[in-house]
């Protein structure tokens, strides 16, 4: 059965654009680049693993259509959000004489969206730029919005700058190439929509997530879901003012850990996103937000997933819980020298708040350390 392709616009005024999401879109990268942006000068950022997998294949599509690109291939990981491949990048992009006419294309997961938007953002004052997204993560969220940025010994994305993508492509097949680990971790993302502000989304998950893996129809489904309520987010709140903050749900809790594992493989983002919704859902219950039934439903899929939910599910030491503490204290959310965290009144009922007691999050964090599953 043929499956249907599905376009989510980002109404964002003169910087405005499409999502399209479904099967083949590499192939058809040409055509969608092409009618778009015409034969521009084009530049391909990705990494060494997408590129041994797929770039041949979108270097073929643009050629099609008279649109030649050369590529960098970046290590995977993320470390390579950082100054020093940032540097790289910017200083190969000008050799290659992209312009303020011209296109920069990133092509990976959210390591790459992250580092050549920030590329693109800061080249020459702004260009143009396109995500092409490979990794599940990605398609769901980090390609869509127009963050961009690098990580610094002192926290995660602290260095950025918001600009908005041209086009975003979200090839559902390529994720038929993900690891096992690389696509739950994806999915960390997939299930904080549901939690944020979608019950019944959640719902749909807890009854079709096991199955995303092996079924594409249901895998375009979730990413076409989770891109409208993040397209819809940003619509109201491009800069991050008030609603979009909704977004970072798990993430103060997050990032701290992923700045203690050293940004390493001991951790990736969506796991840390999936330990943090866990830990978010806890501190609601403790301070008599939601039931304590709502963490235990959270803690509940994520783990039948197959991602850690508990500070204890990490292999290797961590900081103390003052040292997680401190890193949450460097996070982009705090207002005023005061933590913001998102919490919930139950499952698709968060908000944002400052008004957090510190040793709660204490008793959390201890909670959460307690031995691996």
Known sequence: MKMTQHSVHVDLGARAYDVLIGPGLIAQAGAHIHRLFGRRRAAIVTDATVAGLHLARLQAALRAHGIEAE?????????????????????????????????????????IGDLAGFAAA????????????????????????????????????????????????????????????????????????????????????????????????????????????????????????????????????????????????????????????CLAFELSARMGLCSQESPSRVAAHLAAMGL??????????????????ALMGQDKKVLDDRLRFVLARGIGQSFVTDQVDIDAVRQVLAQSRGGRR
Request: aromatic residues 6%.
């Open 308 to 325: 850690p939910t508990r500070i204890g599910d990490i292999a290797g030491d961590l900081p103390d819980d003052e040292a997680l503490i």
């Open 71 to 111: 590529a960098l291939a970046l290590p995977a990981g993320e470390a390579t959000k950082s100054w020093d491949q940032l540097g790289r990048s910017v200083e190969w992009l000008l050799a290659q004489r992209i312009g303020r006419q011209d296109l920069v294309i990133a092509f990976g997961g959210g390591v």
């Open 122 to 277: 800061i080249l020459r004052r702004g260009v143009r730029f396109v995500q092409i997204p490979t990794s599940l993560l990605a398609q769901v969220d980090s390609s869509v919005g127009g963050k961009t940025g690098i990580n610094s010994p002192q926290g995660k994305n602290l260095i950025g700058a918001f600009h908005q993508p041209s086009l975003v492509l979200a090839d559902i097949d390529v994720l038929d190439t993900l690891t096992p680990r690389d696509f739950r971790a994806g999915y960390g993302e997939v299930a904080k929509y549901g939690l944020l502000g979608d019950e019944g989304f959640f719902g749909w998950l807890e009854a079709n997530g096991p199955a995303l893996a092996r079924d594409p129809a249901l895998r375009a489904e979730a990413v076409r879901h989770s891109v409208a309520m993040k397209a819809d987010i940003v619509q109201r709140d491009e800069t991050e003012q008030g609603d979009r903050a909704l977004l970072n749900l798990g993430h103060t809790f997050g990032h701290a850990l992923e700045s203690a594992t050293g940004y390493s493989d001991r951790l990736l983002h969506g796991e840390g996103v999936a330990i943090g919704c």
